[in-house]
């Protein structure tokens, strides 16, 4: 499911569990991008906590942890190569 833009406490407030699971994921993310280098492994291992759960959710066809860094790391080579 796409992100929908709503803020994860709105998502958290419609009492959907793996839409708001979704929601912490996509954050948790964006904010890995961000982060000094010395607080990446605990959003990892948020991170990491978040994708399992909505994998036992059913969220099977998910994103890995390897999934969303790896895209990540692709999205951030293509704006290091783009013209400022």
Known sequence: MPNT???????AAKGN????????R???AA?????EAS??????????A???????LGGAGEATL???LAERRQLRAK???SPA
Do not use: F, H
């Open 17 to 24: 569990e793996i839409d708001t699971l979704r929601a912490m």
């Open 31 to 35: 904010d890995m991008d961000i982060a």
């Open 5 to 11: 833009g709503d803020s994860i406490a709105t998502t």
């Open 79 to 81: 704006r290091s190569q």
């Open 66 to 68: 390897d999934d969303v």
């Open 39 to 48: 607080v990446v492994a605990q959003i990892s291992g948020r991170l990491e």
């Open 50 to 56: 978040v994708l399992k759960r909505i994998t036992e």
């Open 26 to 28: 996509d954050k948790l």
